[in-house]
Nanobody, 113 residues
Framework: QVQIVESGGGLVQPGRSLRLSCVVS????????MGWYRQAPGRKREFIAG???????NYVDSFKGRFTISRDNAKNTVYLQINNLQPDDTAVYYC???????WGQGTQVTVSS
């Protein structure tokens, strides 16, 4: 059974950075495509970026530049680096196995001065 634990969120001021982490168990992680998603208040969950087990990365165009996805297969962990955070980045951030339908708790990111 796949288990996913996201962490690294918090309350930050505009312009600061955060690195979100996602530890995955219960799957052959090194061969599993992973994605980061977010859901802002009152909006649908949206895809940010994905990374294959081999490290091939794709980003939604609107997230290119400030968002960086990476993974460490030795640690069963996927990361999302977010730079120059803005109030519109306030959301719950989730990671997931690409195509998986159930979701974890996510990690809350709040950007406010």
């Amino acid at each position: 059974q796949v288990q996913i634990v996201e962490s690294g969120g918090g309350l930050v001021q505009p312009g600061r950075s955060l690195r979100l982490s996602c530890v995955v168990s219960g799957t052959a992680f090194s061969s599993t495509a992973m994605g980061w998603y977010r859901q802002a208040p009152g909006r649908k969950r949206e895809f940010i970026a994905g990374i294959t087990g081999g490290g091939v990365i794709n980003y939604v165009d609107s997230f290119k530049g400030r968002f960086t996805i990476s993974r460490d297969n030795a640690k069963n962990t996927v990361y999302l680096q977010i730079n120059n955070l803005q109030p519109d980045d306030t959301a719950v951030y989730y990671c997931n196995v690409v195509g998986r339908m159930s979701w974890g708790q996510g990690t809350q990111v709040t950007v406010s001065s």
